[in-house]
């Protein structure tokens, strides 16, 4: 469907139940036509920078397990703790399961929104490298779907990222794919009692997992997997 929008075309497109999706280039709303066969992570549409393929790609080749014995480790990062009023900054999510990480994605998100100075110095992102981001929300949230379809989400305090996610995807009329999900703060209350808080980098610590690049998205999820199957070591 096309329909009237504010944007700079001044129109947008909607898909429903078909196998057209809707990609962002550089700012332009494209539709991409569906090729013969679906592909994986690793096969990106084309018109991404250099810059955004980095962090889409996989960086793990082989086989895939089935998608019912993978999980999806998902982190996002905000202007704020309101889920009503502040927005998504940076999103990212890693496939894995017992054997290894599978594939990395992550998108800085393409926004002129203001970012308060404790975001900026407790991620370091800012609205410059948000001008220039990959992505628009939009977009972003089209792709996470697909990265998600089905799979187990796993992720840190889901009262606030699942939450958040689930507000934007409503505000931007895209149905949620999260159904299913593992939070690890409860996990880790119920199975480690010797840890002094239960922050995520303080789990790492315990664990003995190096966590250098804190409150990015990415870098966080990489430690939520690690965690996550230390965790699952621990008898119930």
């Given amino acids: 469907m096309v329909y009237s929008s504010s944007n700079e075309q001044h129109f947008d497109f909607r898909t429903y139940n078909a196998s057209w999706t809707i990609r962002d280039f550089d700012g332009i709303r494209l539709m991409m036509r569906p090729s013969q066969s679906k592909g994986n992570m690793d096969e990106l549409p084309v018109g991404f920078s250099n810059a955004s393929k980095r962090r889409m790609v996989s960086k793990g080749k082989g086989t895939h397990a089935s998608a019912g014995r993978e999980w999806v480790f998902l982190d996002?990062?905000?202007?704020?703790?309101?889920?009503?009023?502040?927005?998504?900054?940076?999103?990212?999510?890693?496939?894995?399961?017992?054997?290894?990480?599978?594939?990395?994605?992550?998108?800085?998100?393409?926004?002129?929104?203001?970012?308060?100075?404790?975001?900026i110095k407790l991620t370091g992102i800012n609205r410059e490298m948000l001008r220039n981001g990959d992505m628009e929300i939009s977009c972003a949230l089209e792709y996470l779907s697909d990265i998600i379809k089905g799979r187990k989400v796993v992720c840190y305090n889901k009262k606030f990222d699942v939450v958040f996610l689930e507000n934007v995807f409503k505000r931007n009329e895209i149905a949620c794919p999260i159904s299913k999900v593992i939070d690890v703060l409860s996990l880790a209350r119920k199975r480690v009692t010797d840890v002094y808080n239960y922050k995520l980098e303080s789990l790492a610590e315990y664990f003995g997992i190096p966590y250098e690049e804190k409150h990015r998205a990415l870098a966080d999820c990489e430690i939520l997997y690690n965690v996550f199957l230390k965790l699952n070591e621990i008898q119930k």
């Fill in 76 to 119: 996002i990062e905000t202007t704020g703790l309101n889920p009503e009023n502040d927005e998504i900054i940076e999103i990212a999510a890693l496939i894995g399961d017992e054997n290894g990480i599978r594939s990395k994605w992550s998108v800085l998100i393409k926004t002129e929104v203001a970012v308060p100075d404790e975001i």
